[in-house]
C-alpha cells in the first residue's frame, strides 16, 4: 500500500504526543501571560498604594514655608525608601531627595503633576531624566500650593516579574513532563489493542483463525474486536465450506476413471486426478512436456479456436488408444483436458463387426450346402436314382452343423447375457456325467478316455459348467487321432479346484495360442468343420469360467499333444 505523497504514516501514539504538546504549550503560553499581567498589575497597584500612604505621611511633615524642604524631602526617603520631590504648583521643583532642584526643568509638564493639579492622585510611568530608570511616579493633589511626588524605580516589579516567570516555566516543564509520560502512557494503552487488533487482522488474512481478539473495556476498540471476531468466524467456516467443496471434488475427480488434466492461461498443468497418472503414464508440469504429443496440439487448438477439440492417439507400451477432450473455459485461458481409454471400445467394436461377418459367413456355408444337397437330391428323385441317399445324408450334416452352430451362438449370447445363477455344485460327478457321454465317441475313434477324479465341490451354474467341461472334452477327442489318449484330472489347492484334459492330439502352434479363444478362430478349419465344430467352444469355456471367478490356461506341442486346465474357486458352502 502507498500512502498518500506528503503524507506520512506517524503512529497514533505520536499524534496524541503531538496534539497534546501543541495544546499545551498554548495554554500554558496564555496562562503564565495572565499570570504576569494579574501580578504586574497587583504589583504596581501595591506599589501605587505603598507610594500614596508614604506620600500621605510625608506631605503631613511637610514644614512651614520657610522651613528646610531639602531636609525633609531626604528624611521622607529615608523613612519610605522613595525618591522624593517637591513642587510647587507651577512646576517649580522645591526640593528632591536625589537631586539638587536648582538645576531641574520644571515639572509642570509631568502628567502626574498635572493629574495632581486638576485635584486628583496622579501616577505616570516613564524613565526618569534625572535617573535614567523607568520609574513610577505618584503625586497627591496641591496642598497649599505644594505638591508631594513620590517616585520609585519599576526595576524590582520587573526582577520580581522575571523571577515568577521563571518559577511558571520550571512548574510548567516539570507538569509538562508528567503530562508526556501520563499521555504517552494512555497512547500507548489506548494504540495496544489497536496493534493486537492489526496483528490478528493480519494473523486471519494469513489464515490463522486460531486467534480470538480479546474484549476490550474501550467500547469501540471492544466493537472493532468484535466485528474482527465475527469477520474469523465467518471466514472461517466460509474455508470450511472451500475446503470441503475442494474435497469433494478431489473425491469426484479421484473416482472418475476419465483422467482429467487442468492447463492454465501459461501452459502449466495445474491438477491432474490420479486417472490421468495412470493413463498418461506420468503428468509433466509444462504442457510442452506432455505426451502423447497428439493432446498437445488438441488443448492448443481448443483455446485458439475457442472449440471443444477431440481426438484419438496411440499411447505408451503396450499400446493404448487414448481419447483427449479439451474444453475451454470461458474467457480466462484455462483448458480441461479429458483423457478417456477406448481401447477396449475400440477393440470390442472390431470384434463386434467382425463377429458379424464371421457369424453370416459361418451360416451361410451349411445353409448353401443344404440349398445344393436339396437341388441334388430333388432331381435324384425325381431320376429316382439311387444317389438321393447320399444328397439327404448331406443335408442332414449340414443341418446339424447349423443346429450346432445356432446352438453354439444361443449359448454364448445366453452367457453374455446373464450372470450365472451360483449354487454348490459336486464338480466330480459333473465331470464324470461329461466323461460318460463322450465315451462312446472315444470308443468309436479309438481313442483311450481316462480320469483322475477326487470329490471337490465349486459354486457355479451345473448347465453352463456342463457346457464348458463338455467343449475340453469334445476337443480332445476330435483333435486326437486313433489310438491316442484323453486324460481328465481333478486337483484342489490353495482354494482352487483344477480340471486338466490332456490329450495326445495334434497340438496347436504357438503363434495360434492366443488367439484360439476367439469366437470362430480355428487353426484348421476344415477339420474343425468336419468334426461338426464351429469355432465358438473355447469361447463358450473361457466365457464360463471367468463368469464363476475363474480361469483357463492351455499348454500344447505340436504333435505331442495339448493340455487345458480349468481353475474355479472351491465351493464355499
Ligand atoms: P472348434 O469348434 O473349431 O473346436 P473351438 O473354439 O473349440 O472351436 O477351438 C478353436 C480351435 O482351437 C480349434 O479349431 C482347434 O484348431 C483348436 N483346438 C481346440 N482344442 C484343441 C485340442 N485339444 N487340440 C488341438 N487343437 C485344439
Redesign the pocket.
Known amino acids: 500500500m502507498s500512502s498518500r505523497s506528503g503524507y506520512g504514516r506517524t503512529p497514533l501514539a505520536t499524534r496524541f504526543l503531538v496534539s497534546y504538546a501543541l495544546v499545551y504549550a498554548i495554554l500554558i503560553g496564555l496562562m503564565s501571560f495572565v499570570v504576569v499581567q494579574t501580578v504586574e498589575a497587583s504589583l504596581i497597584r501595591n506599589l501605587t498604594e505603598s507610594l500614596e500612604t508614604s506620600a500621605e505621611l510625608a506631605e503631613e511633615s511637610l514644614p512651614d514655608v520657610d522651613g528646610d524642604f531639602a531636609s525633609w524631602a531626604d528624611g521622607v526617603f529615608g523613612a519610605s525608601g522613595y525618591r522624593t520631590t517637591l513642587i510647587a504648583v507651577d512646576g517649580v521643583v522645591w526640593a528632591d531627595s536625589h537631586a539638587d532642584p536648582a538645576v531641574m526643568e520644571n515639572h509642570a509638564d509631568r502628567p502626574e503633576v498635572i493629574e495632581a493639579r486638576d485635584g486628583q492622585v496622579g501616577t505616570a510611568t516613564r524613565v526618569s531624566a534625572s535617573t535614567g530608570f523607568e520609574q513610577l511616579y505618584l503625586a497627591l493633589p496641591p496642598e497649599e500650593g505644594l505638591i508631594v511626588r513620590l517616585s520609585v524605580p519599576t526595576r524590582e516589579i520587573g526582577e520580581e516579574l522575571a523571577s515568577i516567570r521563571g518559577s511558571i516555566i520550571a512548574v510548567a516543564i516539570v507538569i509538562g513532563l508528567l503530562g508526556v509520560v501520563v499521555v504517552a502512557l494512555l497512547g500507548r494503552r489506548m494504540t495496544r489493542p489497536i496493534t493486537e487488533l492489526t496483528e490478528q487482522s493480519r494473523a486471519l488474512a494469513e489464515g490463522d483463525l486460531s486467534v480470538l481478539p480479546r474484549r476490550s473495556p474501550v467500547s469501540e476498540i471492544d466493537s472493532l474486536g468484535v466485528a474482527i471476531s465475527a469477520l474469523a468466524h465467518d471466514l472461517g467456516s466460509r474455508v470450511t465450506e472451500a475446503e470441503q467443496a475442494s474435497e469433494y471434488l478431489e473425491t469426484v475427480l479421484g473416482a472418475l476413471p476419465q483422467g482429467t488434466v487442468l492447463i492454465d492461461a501459461n501452459e502449466r498443468i495445474a491438477y491432474a486426478n490420479p486417472s490421468a497418472y495412470e493413463l498418461l503414464g506420468s503428468v509433466p508440469e509444462e504442457l510442452a512436456a506432455l505426451s502423447p504429443f497428439t493432446f498437445q496440439s488438441v488443448v492448443r487448438e481448443a483455446r485458439d479456436d475457442r472449440v471443444v477439440v477431440n481426438r484419438v492417439s496411440d499411447h505408451g507400451v503396450p499400446v493404448r488408444r487414448l481419447r483427449g477432450v479439451a474444453t475451454p473455459f470461458t474467457g480466462d485461458g484455462r483448458i480441461l483436458l479429458v483423457v478417456v481409454d477406448v481401447t477396449d471400445n475400440e477393440r470390442s467394436a472390431a470384434v463386434r463387426r467382425d463377429f458379424v461377418a464371421n457369424a453370416s459367413h459361418e451360416l451361410k456355408t451349411p445353409v448353401s450346402s443344404i440349398i445344393a444337397a436339396s437341388d441334388a437330391l430333388r432331381i435324384a428323385v425325381e431320376r429316382d436314382d439311387p444317389s438321393a441317399l447320399r444328397f439327404a445324408d448331406q443335408i442332414q450334416s449340414a443341418a446339424n452343423q447349423l443346429d450346432?452352430l445356432v446352438a453354439?451362438l444361443l449359448d454364448l449370447s445366453r452367457l453374455e447375457r446373464e450372470r450365472p445363477e451360483l449354487a454348490p455344485i459336486r464338480f466330480d460327478l459333473l465331470v464324470a456325467d461329461e466323461l460318460e457321454r463322450v465315451r462312446e465317441l472315444a470308443a468309436e475313434r479309438g481313442l483311450e478316455l481316462q480320469a483322475d477324479l477326487i470329490k471337490v465341490s465349486v459354486d457355479g451354474s451345473h448347465r453352463d459348467l456342463a457346457i464348458a467341461v463338455r467343449?475340453?472334452l469334445?476337443?480332445?477327442i476330435?483333435?486326437?487321432d486313433e489310438n491316442g489318449e484323453v486324460y481328465a484330472t481333478l486337483a484342489e489347492a490353495d482354494g482352487r479346484v483344477s480340471l486338466e484334459?490332456r490329450?495326445t492330439?495334434?497340438?496347436?502352434p504357438t503363434r495360434?495360442i492366443e488367439r484360439?479363444?476367439?469366437?470362430?478362430?480355428?487353426?484348421?478349419?476344415a477339420?474343425?468343420?468336419a468334426?461338426?465344430?464351429?469355432?465358438?467352444?473355447?469361447?463358450?469355456?473361457k466365457h464360463v469360467t471367468e463368469s464363476h471367478g475363474g480361469q483357463v490356461e492351455?499348454t500344447?506341442e505340436l504333435g505331442v499333444?495339448?493340455s487345458?486346465t480349468l481353475f474355479l474357486p472351491v465351493s464355499s458352502s
Request: net charge negative; aromatic share 10%.
Open positions: 450346432g453354439d467343449n475340453l469334445d476337443n480332445a476330435h483333435y486326437t484334459v490329450d492330439g495334434v497340438g496347436i495360434d484360439i479363444f476367439e469366437r470362430f478362430y480355428r487353426v484348421d478349419a477339420r474343425s468343420r468334426t461338426g465344430g464351429t469355432g465358438l467352444g473355447l469361447s463358450i469355456v492351455v500344447s499333444g495339448t487345458f
